[in-house]
């Protein structure tokens, strides 16, 4: 007993400055790194990660001594974060509902800008187990597809395309896709993952997300155009933000000819 | 267990005798503690239930999706339970009995996912048996899939729960003194009547409170399922599920299904003690 005992006492022990020796070499690394003076917070919708990433680095290359921060999930996600006090800088939305509700819950500072467009496709595993050539196919019997989750933007638009199908292909079509979800998803990219790695049939995911990561992977299928929605980017600093100033040239940034530039490049159609 | 009982009391008088110096400091540290711990603990399970009065969110534990996520709750962890068990027992008797070649390996691999995050144990189940698995790409050839169906949901929760019943059960016939099953063999009875009329009996209370354990991981289970069976109502949203995908758009569904797992654990927590109370 008394020998389990010290034993135990002396795990924690070890525990104890194992955490400790961590916690030292963390503030040693920051202490090297005091010329490191601000720090801004993005909360971008999750089909920003890769343009947002690269401009981030263009940030920080241009701002010495600044560090972006940004965190990529579903729009929706990021608004009940921001609803509960998050801190942050800069909202950039994959529709204007959230943004309109960030806007209304008085959060934002100034007037949102549209700063990107995109558009749906449906996505499907490169070998297409479920056969998908054209968009109809979706509502194939039997096709595992995945959907974000309700209010996720790239869900939201992908039920607007379904209510406009539904009248031009007639025959329950929305019913019969929307019989055909196997899992809602935290946001887009989880959904493509879940194509990636072959466990679904198909998604609806943005023109964006077909990356040049992703292209072995994965296919797209475009939507009919008369079907399809048009997809809006909105993006505002934030009245928390703990610097305006930083964030403002953000917002230069990404609306700049080199943000738009990058944003284009990432698969995005040009805001204006 | 009798025997066990008593050497401990044996041991606690014996330990209070040597403190009967009265170290009150001591005890009253101990006491603080226990009171700061039972505080903390307690106040956010009061929240939860004053969020709902104060609310009135009562009417979401009603709804469809509450009642399919809770049906869907007991199920799994009722079936993973019985798989545990029904595995678990006789695994855990050989691992703590039986001294073989690899019982340590062996051991050391049933606590691994205790250890191992439940993220990463989706993300590890998913590349075993998902379509593009080690094993799901032959399953598939048999028109075989398992992710996004209530069996990935079993999977994911007899991965994450296993030890905790396995641990316990290994634990309950270690302590158990030897002596008692030679004299039943010697008393005639097989090897399989020993075990199950003298083993078992004997390892009982920790049988019970490994299967307790185990079903109470199963419960609370969230990222392997999340990430290997996906997240559907009523096929593989399990209330944990449930109420992460309301919290973002229903705060008042995502504590009302919080109440009715607290219940539904509760509940469940007390009838097993009372049944297997020492009589």
Do not use: H
């Not at chain 1, 890769?50 to 579903?74: I, Q």
Request: aromatic share 8%.
């Amino acid at each position: 007993m008394s020998f389990t005992c010290s034993r135990l006492i002396f795990s924690v022990l070890l525990l104890a400055l194992l955490t400790n020796l961590s916690a030292c070499g963390g503030s040693g690394e920051a202490s090297d790194k005091t010329e490191r003076k601000a720090t801004l917070t993005v909360l971008a919708a999750s089909s920003l990660t890769d343009a947002f990433g690269e401009l981030a680095d263009t940030f920080e290359r241009e701002n010495p001594g600044v560090e972006v921060k940004a965190s990529y999930e579903s729009s929706s996600t990021l608004l009940a974060q921001m609803q509960q006090g998050a801190p942050a800088d800069v909202f950039a939305a994959a529709d204007e509902a959230k943004m309109k509700a960030a806007v209304e819950e008085n959060l934002v500072d100034g007037e949102p800008e549209t700063f990107a467009k995109n558009r749906e496709v449906i996505m499907v595993p490169k070998d297409n187990p479920a056969s998908i050539e054209e968009f109809r196919d979706v509502a194939k019997p039997g096709v595992k597809l995945v959907l974000a989750e309700d209010e996720v933007p790239v869900a939201e638009y992908a039920k607007e395309i379904l209510g406009k199908a539904n009248e031009e292909y007639g025959g329950g079509f929305e019913e019969a896709v929307m019989s055909n979800i196997v899992s809602r998803e935290a946001d887009v990219r989880a959904s493509v993952n879940r194509v990636a790695l072959g466990d679904a049939d198909a998604t609806f995911g943005y023109t964006s997300d077909y990356t040049p990561i992703l292209r072995d992977k994965v296919e797209s299928v475009t939507i009919p155009a008369d079907l399809n929605t048009i997809a809006t980017y909105p993006i505002a600093q934030l009245k928390e933000a703990n610097d305006p100033e930083l964030a403002r040239k953000w917002l230069d940034l990404v609306t700049s000819e080199k943000g738009q530039e990058v944003l284009e490049r990432w698969g995005f159609e040009p805001a204006a | 267990m009798g025997i066990r009982a008593r050497r401990l009391s044996e041991k606690r008088r014996a330990d209070t005798r040597r403190s009967s110096g009265g170290d009150t400091l001591a005890s009253g540290l101990a006491v603080a503690a226990l009171a700061l711990l039972a505080g903390f603990i307690s106040l956010p399970i009061l929240s939860l239930i004053v969020w709902t009065v104060s609310e009135d969110s009562w009417r979401a534990m009603a709804s469809p999706q509450a009642r399919e996520a809770l049906f869907l709750s007991m199920k799994t962890t009722g079936i993973s339970l019985a798989i545990l068990i029904v595995l678990g027992t006789p695994a855990a008797y050989l691992l703590a009995r039986v001294d073989f070649p690899g019982n340590r390996a062996l051991n050391a691999l049933m606590d691994l996912p205790v250890v191992l995050p439940p993220s990463a144990a989706g993300i590890a189940l998913l590349l075993a048996f998902g379509r593009f698995g080690l094993v799901g790409e032959y399953l598939n050839v048999f028109g075989v899939t398992l992710t996004f169906t209530t069996v990935a949901v079993v999977m994911a929760e007899v991965f994450v729960a296993a030890p905790f019943y396995v641990r316990q059960a290994a634990t309950g016939f270690a302590e158990m003194d030897p002596d008692v099953e030679e004299a039943g063999l010697v008393d005639g009875a097989g090897r399989a009547g020993v075990f199950f009329r003298i083993t078992l009996p004997l390892a009982f209370p920790a049988l019970v409170a490994g299967a307790l354990m185990a079903w109470a991981r199963a419960l609370g289970e969230f990222g392997a399922t999340i990430i290997f069976a996906g997240n559907f109502p009523g096929v593989t949203q399990t209330i944990p599920l449930a109420i992460f995908a309301n919290f973002q758009r229903d705060l008042d569904a995502a504590v009302a299904l919080s109440v009715l797992v607290l219940g539904f654990a509760f509940t469940v927590m007390l009838t097993v003690r009372y049944l297997t109370r020492e009589r």
